[in-house]
């Protein structure tokens, strides 16, 4: 991990901070310190969903499942509190998840949410890179997004052992690359998980 004075150096010179308006909607902010704040709200959500799973486990789950679950909780915590010291006084607040929409008894619904948590992610860091202006957190985010893809192979592999679904065409394009998501779209598509309203109005 990079040194935390280092990442607050960085974000000085690029920073523009996050706002909450008065209908409560959390603005992420601009520059690098947008971006990092952009990546600490989806560590937020997939740190809390397999803390829940974790606590909670799904019928039948086996005790390599739970160890597999365990180190991706263990994971995204750590993610998440790497963000939250590397930004300081510049990070937005807790925000507030909402999982009714998943069956926590059901080992479908907590591995297909883990999927798309886990695509989206990665998405999210492949199309957050391009506005990263400090190299220093662009290698943070490529260490990142590079376990990001690792979940995400894993999940993959548990709903389907033995295919080729670890790196299915829906994530993975001819060229073999894998997809890139806009800010927009990714909060658009971790809104339902998210009962805070989230905006990326400063980011590209």
Known sequence: ?????????????????????ADGVVDLGGGDTGVLNYA??????????????VDNPYSGMTRTERDILADLRDHEIAHRE????????NRIPDLQVDFSAVDFSSRQS???TARTFEDLGVAAYNGGGAAIQSPD??????KIVSVEARHAAT??????????????DDVVNLLGLDQALPPSEVLAAAAPFIATRV???QLP
Do not use: K, W
């Not at 990079?2 to 690029?14: F, G, K, P, S």
């Not at 957190?137 to 490529?142: C, R």
């Open 82 to 89: 790497t963000f939250r010291v590397a930004l300081g006084e």
């Open 155 to 168: 999940i993959r592999t548990l709903l389907n052992p033995g295919s080729a679904d670890f790196a299915g």
């Open 1 to 21: 991990m990079l040194h935390d004075l280092t990442l607050t150096q960085a974000m000085a010179q690029t920073a523009s901070g996050p706002t909450v308006s």
């Open 199 to 201: 905006s990326a109005n």
């Open 110 to 112: 907590v591995l297909t």
């Open 40 to 53: 600490y709200a989806l560590e937020q959500l997939e740190a809390a969903y397999y803390t829940q799973v």
């Open 137 to 142: 957190i662009l290698v943070l985010a490529g």
